[in-house]
């Protein structure tokens, strides 16, 4: 083999970033690989438009043909994005004995396992540590470095657009539809917004970390999705009161085979590591038995980021080629045989600390009746502010809950909602401060 050869599929912005790094960076990857390494071919359906980069005659092509059929390529990197004909194309160039590097998520999140499959029966390595956490190199860490541990948990602050929201909200005190225009207009947030916002894009990442760090297929519909769209000013300035900040955290627990694999606006202790996480960049934290809590921090998200984590797998599948290692590394980080379908928890069943937000007439006896309520569900108040009345007539009281169970709180939520004292409906946030 005179050089590892690499054909792209998908020439936008993480594709550029790539060549820029192939051209910037040839010396030190060739160095680090100890082995030549060609971009050999990129195929898009748009090859006249000028991504600032120099590419040699012929190299560009709208054939997708030239790429996932091409004898010589042995590794093909696919950033297309989405589900067709992204999927098509990696099974293609599967069955023709490539090697695929992706960035993509939602692919891999929902129809993994048929990639996974066919790779496995190909004998061929599907890389995808662009798809989580852009330039951090969480995957490799779980798979390689951290994989003697068992994880008890991996959180996450996942995408950028979110947290560069929530973060000017915070700062600024602005409602979210202000600050998501901001974001646009900055080119952080997509023009449609509705994957990062709603929480999918997140849920995506999480599924595949959690897959990884527990061993276990994750059926990407049974993962808890809610986005930061419900977020109001008033509920960042009584969280920031008590001491906390609200983040959409990625949550993934493992509980002696039973899981929670959850997506959501989450109150954390300002004090935390992963409340400092800040503007777009993300963060995860996992919790292996023998390494502890550890915290990985970094560009989540843009090209030159997400294309050094793309480079870093084709690096990876390029020294195992080298050395003649056929799948050194599981593709989801166990043996395919002991990858097991663990369950994920309900809603309803998972235990949390709650952010409780009441409306309600500002008369005497209004809390008693709200805390009654409460206590009758086994819900415990660990603490409480009643701010200024903002609304005539009408006054918010904030509680704080002990750990409780997510149904104890629905149906009392729902009792409460029936008094007649409360004006409108409650704001629930779920807490997240026992992480020691
Ligand atoms: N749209 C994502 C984010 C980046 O805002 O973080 C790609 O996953």
Redesign the pocket.
């Known amino acids: 083999m005179s050089s590892i050869n690499v054909g792209l599929l998908g020439f936008g912005t993480i594709g550029t970033g790539v060549v820029r790094i192939f051209q910037k960076n040839t010396e030190i990857i060739q160095q680090r690989l100890c082995h030549n390494i060609a971009l050999m071919k990129i195929a898009d359906l748009d090859i006249t438009t000028d991504r600032g980069v120099k590419l040699e005659a012929g190299m560009l092509t709208t054939d997708v043909e030239e790429v996932i059929s091409n004898p010589e390529i042995d590794v093909v990197i696919e950033l297309i994005g989405g589900y067709e004909p992204a999927k098509s194309f990696i099974l293609k160039a599967i069955a023709q004995g490539k090697h695929i590097v992706t960035a993509n ?1 939602a692919l891999m999140a929902v129809h993994g396992q048929e990639i996974l499959d066919a790779a496995q029966r190909q004998g061929v390595a599907v890389m995808f540590e662009a798809a989580v956490g852009g330039g951090i190199p969480i995957i490799s860490a779980i798979k390689e470095s951290l994989c003697a541990n068992q994880f008890s948990s991996v959180l996450g602050i996942l ?3 979110c947290n560069f929201i929530l973060t000017k909200m915070f700062q600024d005190g602005s409602d979210f539809a202000t600050v998501l225009k901001e974001a646009q207009d900055l080119g952080y947030a ?1 023009a449609d917004p509705t994957f ?1 916002i709603e929480g999918v ?1 997140t849920a995506h990442k999480i599924a595949l970390l959690s897959a990884l760090c527990f061993g276990t297929t994750v059926d990407f519909d049974q993962v808890y999705t809610e986005g930061i769209d419900q977020i109001t000013a008033v509920d960042i300035t009584f969280a920031a009161q008590m001491g906390y900040k609200i983040k959409l955290l990625a949550i993934g627990k493992n509980h002696g085979g039973r899981i929670e694999v959850r997506v959501h606006p989450t109150m954390i202790p300002d004090s935390y590591q992963l409340a400092e996480v800040d503007g777009v960049f993300n963060a995860v934290r996992l919790t292996g038995d023998f390494v502890g809590p550890t915290l990985l921090y970094g560009s ?2 843009g090209m030159d980021a997400t294309a050094s984590a793309v480079m870093g797998d084709v690096m990876a599948i390029g020294r195992d080629q080298l050395s003649g290692a056929r799948l050194r590394v599981p593709i989801m980080g166990y043996c395919p045989d002991q990858i097991k379908a663990l369950p994920i928890k309900a809603m309803s069943e998972i235990v949390s600390h709650y952010y409780l937000r009441f409306t309600a007439l500002d008369q005497p006896g209004v809390l008693a009746q709200i805390a009654g309520c409460l206590g009758e569900h086994n819900i415990s108040i660990q603490s409480m502010i009643q701010p200024e009345r903002h609304e005539v007539d009408s006054v918010p009281i904030v509680l704080m809950t002990h750990a409780a169970m997510e149904a104890d709180v629905a149906n009392a939520l729902k009792r409460i909602e029936q008094l007649a004292i409360v004006t409108q409906s409650t704001r629930l946030i779920r807490v997240e401060n026992d992480l020691g």
Do not use: F, M
Request: proline share 0%; glycine share 22%.
């Open positions: 998520k995408n950028g657009t997509e990062d894009d989540g998200a």
